[in-house]
């Protein structure tokens, strides 16, 4: 492996500091969690984020309404932990939805990226360090032989149903009930009254005419997938995807349903798109293609590519993505595309993973003893690597419509007793759990004495 970094991925110093409370920040082991009043000063900022803010957040599920709280504001963080304002700490199981796969503050990291902006924080023109991620992706997922660099998941799975468009000549694609793709109009569609019904918008200020193009089958439903390209033969471009769906929770394909996605694209003359924004290098180094050994025509690529900074990727077959411009008329173009702060974050992020494989496996068994507590409860818990969902429901979830049976006032409750316990959680039930490589054996012990005492 070219260009190996010196410091391990699990610096043991670093990761000392972290679980004992981090010195730098000051606090002891006895201010873990919610001993103290909340949010004294997370209620003040709240207050202010609301006038100027929608919400007072910047993004929506940060705002905790859908668990009847309000939010605390980050100070800092470092390891396996989150500190907020008010000095209060937490175990982060969010990781910032996916990237923190090392840990916050990985000190090689930000060395990497201190280095990086004493050299400016943006061009606006190529740098060596975007040929070397580019090179590097391809290494580690041969299915992207030609790529481009963009600065969200969302403008990733806009540009790539893009190029599906421009190479087919076709203008309809078929996505799942549950799987998200980002906020762009022709994404925010749901069922309506059947999966052969015209799209409706699930946004207010979508026109219905930029969703009905896109058609909506049932996740881990080969028979809706196959009622489709009957009903609109010759007339879809793509089938793009979460290969391991983590949007409705945790829900993982079926046996067969992406050999399956493969077959039919193949057979009907479309692309299969993989959106691998959160599987993605957290899986295995090649992601959920090389997970499940199914390659697309297309992915996309976001968290963990940038290290935790914006950065994101689309690309694959070279035959599609040459139709992108300059090379041919498909347009997609961006200012901060390539960032060099980003690109450096990432490099270094998949610098350690490569280094360290040993880390997949690692998180992996972390993860387990995670889910054998969750299974104590009686719940219904969906798992792949590091990455799982508690689903407050006795039935299996294996789709949308089945994880919407679960019992969101409990995990209401739920959050909220994590909380207390100094351990947070996404604050909703149709959101994954991640793992990091910063959490250590005993922290993992301590969550899954409070998932017991919690449900």
């Given at each position: 492996m070219k260009n190996k970094p010196d410091s391990l991925f699990f610096n043991r110093q670093f990761c000392a500091e972290a679980q004992n409370g981090w010195d730098r920040s000051g606090l002891s082991v006895e201010r873990f969690g919610m001993e103290v009043e909340m949010n004294t000063k997370s209620d003040q900022l709240y207050e202010r984020a609301c006038k100027r803010m929608p919400g007072g957040v910047n993004s929506p599920v940060r705002s905790f309404r859908s668990v009847g709280k309000t939010p605390f504001f980050v100070d800092k963080a470092a390891g396996a932990f989150l500190i907020d304002v008010d000095h209060n700490r937490y175990l982060d199981y969010v990781c910032s939805w996916g990237p923190g796969i090392l840990g916050h503050a990985h000190p090689a990291i930000i060395e990497a990226v201190r280095r990086a902006c004493e050299k400016g924080l943006t061009f606006g023109a190529p740098t060596e360090k975007e040929v070397e991620l580019a090179e590097l992706v391809n290494e580690c997922v041969p299915s992207m032989e030609m790529m481009r660099l963009v600065s969200s998941g969302t403008e990733a799975c806009m540009s790539a149903i893009r190029a599906a468009r421009g190479f087919t000549g076709r203008d309809k694609i078929i996505k799942f009930e549950g799987c998200y793709h980002g906020h762009s109009d022709g994404l925010l569609?749901?069922?309506?009254?059947?999966?052969?019904?015209?799209?409706?918008?699930?946004?207010?200020?979508?026109?219905a005419g930029y969703a009905e193009n896109t058609l909506l089958a049932g996740y881990n439903d080969p028979d809706s997938v196959s009622r489709l390209f009957d009903a609109y033969r010759d007339q879809i471009a793509c089938v793009i995807v979460e290969p391991v769906a983590a949007n409705m929770g945790v829900v993982p394909p079926a046996e067969g349903f992406l050999p399956f996605l493969r077959e039919i694209t193949e057979k009907n003359g479309a692309l299969l798109i993989f959106d691998e924004v959160i599987t993605g290098f957290r899986l295995s180094p090649g992601g959920a293609q090389e997970y499940y050994g199914v390659r697309p025509d297309l992915s996309t690529f976001g968290k963990i590519i940038g290290g935790g900074m914006p950065l994101a990727a689309y690309g694959g077959r070279k035959d599609v993505m040459s139709r992108i411009a300059p090379l041919g008329p498909v347009y997609q173009a961006g200012t901060l595309s390539g960032n060099p702060v980003a690109v450096t974050a990432g490099l270094e992020t998949l610098r350690q993973l490569i280094a360290h494989p040993e880390i997949y496996e690692e998180i992996d068994r972390r993860a387990g003893k995670l889910e054998e507590a969750f299974r104590e409860t009686g719940f219904t818990v969906n798992r792949v690597g590091s990455l799982l969902s508690c689903f407050f429901t006795k039935e299996p979830v294996t789709d949308y419509?089945?994880?919407?049976?679960?019992?969101?006032?409990?995990?209401?409750?739920?959050f909220a007793a994590m909380l207390e316990r100094g351990i947070y959680v996404a604050p909703s039930q149709f959101e994954a759990l991640f793992v990091s490589a910063a959490h250590t054996d005993e922290m993992i012990e301590r969550t899954c004495r409070a998932i017991r005492?919690?449900?």
């Amino acid at each position: 492996m070219k260009n190996k970094p010196d410091s391990l991925f699990f610096n043991r110093q670093f990761c000392a500091e972290a679980q004992n409370g981090w010195d730098r920040s000051g606090l002891s082991v006895e201010r873990f969690g919610m001993e103290v009043e909340m949010n004294t000063k997370s209620d003040q900022l709240y207050e202010r984020a609301c006038k100027r803010m929608p919400g007072g957040v910047n993004s929506p599920v940060r705002s905790f309404r859908s668990v009847g709280k309000t939010p605390f504001f980050v100070d800092k963080a470092a390891g396996a932990f989150l500190i907020d304002v008010d000095h209060n700490r937490y175990l982060d199981y969010v990781c910032s939805w996916g990237p923190g796969i090392l840990g916050h503050a990985h000190p090689a990291i930000i060395e990497a990226v201190r280095r990086a902006c004493e050299k400016g924080l943006t061009f606006g023109a190529p740098t060596e360090k975007e040929v070397e991620l580019a090179e590097l992706v391809n290494e580690c997922v041969p299915s992207m032989e030609m790529m481009r660099l963009v600065s969200s998941g969302t403008e990733a799975c806009m540009s790539a149903i893009r190029a599906a468009r421009g190479f087919t000549g076709r203008d309809k694609i078929i996505k799942f009930e549950g799987c998200y793709h980002g906020h762009s109009d022709g994404l925010l569609v749901k069922a309506g009254s059947g999966l052969m019904t015209e799209a409706i918008p699930d946004s207010a200020g979508v026109p219905a005419g930029y969703a009905e193009n896109t058609l909506l089958a049932g996740y881990n439903d080969p028979d809706s997938v196959s009622r489709l390209f009957d009903a609109y033969r010759d007339q879809i471009a793509c089938v793009i995807v979460e290969p391991v769906a983590a949007n409705m929770g945790v829900v993982p394909p079926a046996e067969g349903f992406l050999p399956f996605l493969r077959e039919i694209t193949e057979k009907n003359g479309a692309l299969l798109i993989f959106d691998e924004v959160i599987t993605g290098f957290r899986l295995s180094p090649g992601g959920a293609q090389e997970y499940y050994g199914v390659r697309p025509d297309l992915s996309t690529f976001g968290k963990i590519i940038g290290g935790g900074m914006p950065l994101a990727a689309y690309g694959g077959r070279k035959d599609v993505m040459s139709r992108i411009a300059p090379l041919g008329p498909v347009y997609q173009a961006g200012t901060l595309s390539g960032n060099p702060v980003a690109v450096t974050a990432g490099l270094e992020t998949l610098r350690q993973l490569i280094a360290h494989p040993e880390i997949y496996e690692e998180i992996d068994r972390r993860a387990g003893k995670l889910e054998e507590a969750f299974r104590e409860t009686g719940f219904t818990v969906n798992r792949v690597g590091s990455l799982l969902s508690c689903f407050f429901t006795k039935e299996p979830v294996t789709d949308y419509r089945s994880a919407l049976r679960s019992d969101t006032k409990a995990f209401a409750a739920y959050f909220a007793a994590m909380l207390e316990r100094g351990i947070y959680v996404a604050p909703s039930q149709f959101e994954a759990l991640f793992v990091s490589a910063a959490h250590t054996d005993e922290m993992i012990e301590r969550t899954c004495r409070a998932i017991r005492e919690a449900v």
